[in-house]
């Protein structure tokens, strides 16, 4: 199997999750209206193979991303149903009463609007992110993963040998050049089948598509990661108390950070910001490159 099915855990996601993700997907579009129509105006084509074909197929895509407990980007496992859905809403949109096809094409244009009007009810469900939200993430000049990892790389010269573990292992490992670990464990064998199983209580059933595991303390120490970052924690340069910062945060918590003992690195971003790295493994790389540039090394020396 893939690495994503492990890492994932696929085979014990909740259909619960799954059948919510799917569930919103066709009522904040109005695709629930649609899929009335075309199962109406179906039975008025009879026989028709084609109808049956169709609708056969879209099940079958939509019921597996159910099955699968669905995603935590905003319907993007939806997309190959999406031409299935048109062609069937098409080839029987010409079958149905006027006074039906009319409602339903209504019904589509206002939940489109709601949509883009943010009218609450109309949003993914918890735990699903939104494409604004993720283009936020990484594309936001001051904060997005890109600027992190630019920020990272430009600090210790872009240098393959410093190692860094992180969450969002795509955008900052590409911007950084550096050496990564994908603490989820999509990009990691041993994390995917091995990984430190990861509950969030603020989601009912606590389940999250493609964060269900995370990286143990233990494995990040056996791989020697020079720096950790998680899910970047950014602070204002000049924050006082780094460490009590990290430790406060839900994903260095679990790891078991130690305000006490553990170094942390304040990593300039520019505009008065910085991020937060946990120094784990020493580096010289990385020793030189504080001293070369002064960067501020909180905690014990």
Known sequence: MPNPFYAKRIADAPLAFGARYVGTFLWTNGLAAALVLAALAARRLGRDR????????????????????????EYRLLVPAMPIGAILLARTAFSASAPLAITTFAVLAGASAA?????????????????AALRAHVLDPDVGWLRVGAALGDTVDHDPSVSVAVRPAGAIPFASDLTAIDMLGLNDVWIARHGTPVRYPEIRGGYR????????????????????????????????????????????????????????????LGNGLAVLAWYFTPSAQVDAVIARRGLRLAGPR
């Not at 998680?230 to 340069?237: D, L, N």
Request: hydrophobic share 55%.
């Open 115 to 131: 949509r883009a009007s943010r009218v609450p009810g109309f949003e993914p469900p918890l735990g699903v992110t939104t494409i």
């Open 50 to 73: 084609s109808i049956r074909a169709l609708a056969a197929a879209l099940l079958a895509a939509v019921g597996f991303v159910a099955w699968a407990g669905g995603d935590f980007m």
């Open 209 to 268: 598509p493609g964060h269900a595991v995370t990286a143990p303390l233990d494995y990040l120490a056996r791989s020697g990661v020079n720096l950790i970052l998680a899910h970047p924690v950014v602070v204002p340069e000049a924050a006082p108390s780094p460490a009590t910062i990290l430790a406060k945060n839900r994903y260095f918590a679990a790891l078991g950070f130690d305000a006490a003992s553990a170094r942390v690195l304040v990593v300039p």
